[in-house]
C-alpha cells in the first residue's frame, strides 16, 4: 500500500509536474494533507473531511507498530537527523525494529545510488518504509521503484523527518486548530516557506473556478 499526501501547494506544483501528478494518482491512498483539501471536499463535495499532516499519519503508525512489534524503515534525510530519529524511538517506541538509510545528497540519483537504496531497503524488508526526500521528488521515487521495493505500507511523509528529529518545531496548536498551520510554519521558517505559500492564491482561483464550472454544467443539465 503507498499512501501519499496532498495538499495545496503539492496540487499546485503537480499541475506542470506530469511525473508528480501521475504519482500522486496512482496512490493507493492519499491523504489531507492541508486546509486547503479540506475546504475543496466541502465546497465542491460538500463532504467534511479531517486534515492529516504527514507527521500525524507518521505518528500514527508509529503507535500502531509499537502495539504489534513491527518493522519500519527510514530511507531519506542526512545522517544526523536519522541519528536523531534512532535515539527517540529507542525511548518512545522500543518494540519497533527500525531501519535508516541516507541516500546521496545530490540532484539526480544514478543507477548505483538506486540499486543501493533498493538493497538496503529489502535486506531489512520493512512493515512500514517511510520515505523523506521532500515533495515532489519523494513521491517520484517511490512511483518508480515500487514494484522492486518489499514493504507493506510505503508512507512518503517528507517533513516529518525533521519533525519528529526536533530539527523543525511544528506551530503552535492555536495555529493547527484554525487551520492556519502554514501561517505559523511561515513565521518560523520565513526564507523557505514563503515561496512556498504563493500556492494559496492559486489554489483558491482553481477551486472558484471549479465551483463556478459545476454549477454551470448542472445548469445545462437541468436545461
Given amino acids: 500500500t503507498v499512501v501519499n499526501t496532498i495538499n495545496a501547494h503539492s496540487y499546485v506544483v503537480a499541475k506542470n509536474d506530469v511525473d508528480f501528478k501521475n504519482s500522486l494518482k496512482s496512490s493507493d ?4 494533507d492541508g486546509s486547503g483539501i479540506v475546504l475543496a471536499s466541502r465546497v465542491l463535495l460538500n463532504k467534511k473531511i479531517k486534515k492529516i499532516t504527514g507527521p500525524d499519519f507518521h505518528e500514527y503508525l508509529l503507535n500502531d507498530l509499537n502495539k504489534t512489534k513491527g518493522s519500519c524503515f527510514y530511507m531519506g534525510s542526512s545522517d544526523a537527523v536519522l541519528s536523531l530519529i534512532k535515539d527517540k524511538i529507542n525511548i518512545e517506541y522500543s518494540s519497533i525494529s527500525v531501519g ?3 541516500p546521496p545528497y545530490k540532484e539526480k540519483l544514478s543507477d548505483s545510488d538506486n540499486k543501493e537504496i533498493i538493497r538496503q531497503i529489502n535486506l531489512f524488508s520493512p512493515d512500514v518504509l517511510f520515505v523523506g526526500m521532500t515533495a515532489p521528488r519523494q513521491e517520484k ?3 518508480q521503484n515500487k514494484d522492486k521495493l518489499n514493504f507493506k505500507i510505503a508512507a512518503c511523509v517528507g517533513a516529518a523527518f525533521d519533525f519528529y528529529a526536533g ?3 511544528r506551530p503552535n496548536p492555536i495555529y493547527i486548530r484554525l487551520h492556519l498551520e502554514w501561517l505559523g510554519r ?10 512556498r505559500n504563493l500556492s494559496i492564491p492559486i489554489f483558491l482561483m482553481d477551486l472558484l ?15
Avoid: G, T
Fill in 29 to 32: 491512498i492519499l491523504i489531507p
Fill in 100 to 102: 535508516f538509510y541516507s
Fill in 141 to 143: 521515487w517511490l512511483e
Fill in 167 to 169: 530539527n523543525i518545531l
Fill in 186 to 195: 511561515l513565521i518560523k521558517e520565513p526564507n523557505r516557506m514563503w515561496k
Fill in 209 to 223: 473556478f471549479f465551483k463556478i464550472k459545476m454549477k454551470v454544467v448542472n445548469v445545462i443539465k437541468k436545461n
